[in-house]
Structure formats: structure tokens, C-alpha cells
């Protein structure tokens, strides 16, 4: 059964998501604090994370941060103001969408289906089977930890810049529109702009190039977007 971790101050809100939540059989977790939401998170294994931003004990922006430095789980996070929503999605907090109060509890629960579907690998090695590391020349992806390595050293990345890369390696032979990469990495409802992800694109290269690659690269098709180009010829 698929584990939600709900954490919200507001126990009618808690109520209300919990009710829908459980009709579409997710088991859920309630935490009305920072800090009983972080004591569940570190006792059990949650397959999504809602969390308010404003909360006693400890905030959602900090929490958030907290779990990132353990888990890649993926994180909701709720709040009354639209124009958080630039800090919820930026590199520092690390959160895979947002929401605004009011909300409809069913949108609530289509985000929390999007996101599910999307973090989904979504190539196979022709059995059906889910792949969960990718290798090119010098560089590994693996998919469980999040981890990038380039040469046997590890690269760390954002959860976001992991995203990217595997996305591009995934599928090299395509390029990739800025749109494309909006919709896959942050989903449609996302309400920023393209510039994100020349923002992230360009930490991303800023940090891969810590190690020397010369056979591949992210390669930007001008007028277009981005590809993952390998240079090794396999003829």
C-alpha cells in the first residue's frame, strides 16, 4: 500500500485529504507539528510527503530541507501565499511541487497521482523490468540513491539536476525543448518559466564539469533546447 505523511496544522485540512487520500488506498500518516512530522518521517518509509509551510515546531521550508538531506521522497508542499512558490521550487528547498490554499482536496490528490506516475522510471531493459542505473562511458546514474558518478567519483546534485541528466541520458537521441524539460521534471501545473531550466541546466554543467568527460556532454541545440550528445563512435 502506497504510505502518504500529511502534515498540517490545520486538523480539518488534515481530515479532509486524509478522506480522499484513503478512498484512492493510500495509507496515511497525520502529523499537526514540524516535529511529529519529522519523528514519523524518521521512523517509517512514505512514498509522498504533503507538508504545510507554516507549522510550530518546525516550518515546512525547514523540514523539507531536513528530509532532503536524507530521502528523495517526494514532497508536496502546501501554503497560503502564491509567491512562495518560487523559494518551494528553487534549488534550496528542494520540493517536487506546491499547492495554494484554498485548494480542492481532488486537485490535491491529481498533483500527488502526476508526480507518483512521473518519478516512475520510465524505460526498461525489454523485460518489463524498471531500470535504476545508467551508464555512459565515465558516468553511472543510479536512480535509487540519486547518485552521479563521473570516473568513480561521486558528483552531488539537487534532486532537480539529477532529473535532467537521467531524463537526457534516458533518451540521448532526442532534444529536449525547454517545455519538454519543464513538463517532465516539474510537471505541467508548474507555474514557472523557461529560464528555470536554463538556470538549472547551467549549475547542473557547472558541477559535472568538476570531472573531466570529453566523450559526452549536455549539449544546448540553439533555437531548440538541450540533448545529452555522446562523442564515442560505436561503429
Known amino acids: 500500500m502506497t ?14 485529504l486524509e478522506a480522499y487520500a484513503k478512498k484512492e488506498g493510500f495509507s496515511v500518516t497525520k502529523a499537526y507539528d514540524g516535529l511529529t512530522a519529522l519523528a514519523a518521517f524518521e521512523t517509517e518509509d512514505f512514498d509522498i510527503i504533503l507538508l ?10 525547514s523540514l523539507c530541507r531536513k528530509i532532503r538531506e536524507k530521502s528523495q521522497v517526494p514532497i508536496i508542499m502546501i501554503t497560503a501565499r502564491g509567491e512562495d512558490f518560487e523559494r518551494i521550487m528553487g534549488l534550496d528547498i528542494g520540493a517536487d511541487d506546491y499547492i495554494v490554499k484554498p485548494f480542492s482536496p481532488g486537485e490535491v490528490m491529481a498533483r500527488v497521482r502526476a508526480i507518483l ?12 523490468v524498471p ?9 553511472t546514474l543510479n536512480l535509487d540513491s540519486y547518485q552521479a558518478i563521473i570516473s568513480d567519483q561521486e558528483i552531488v546534485l539537487t534532486k532537480k539536476e539529477f532529473e535532467i541528466l537521467w531524463t537526457l541520458l534516458a533518451q540521448s537521441s532526442k532534444v529536449f525543448t525547454r517545455d519538454n524539460l519543464l513538463n517532465s521534471i516539474w510537471g505541467f501545473d508548474y507555474e514557472g518559466d523557461s529560464r528555470t531550466v536554463d538556470s538549472h541546466i547551467k549549475r ?20 531548440v533546447g538541450y540533448k545529452f550528445e555522446g562523442k564515442i563512435n560505436e561503429n
Open 117 to 128: 506516475r512521473r518519478l516512475d522510471p520510465h524505460i526498461s531493459n525489454g523485460n518489463d
Open 52 to 61: 504545510d509551510v507554516m507549522m510550530p515546531g518546525v516550518d515546512g521550508f
Open 204 to 223: 547542473l554543467r557547472a558541477k559535472l564539469d568538476r570531472v573531466s568527460h570529453p566523450n559526452w556532454e549536455i549539449k544546448t541545440i540553439w533555437g
Open 131 to 139: 531500470v535504476k542505473i545508467m551508464t555512459y562511458d565515465n558516468l
Open 3 to 16: 504510505k502518504m505523511l500529511i502534515a498540517d496544522d490545520k486538523r480539518q485540512i488534515v481530515s479532509v
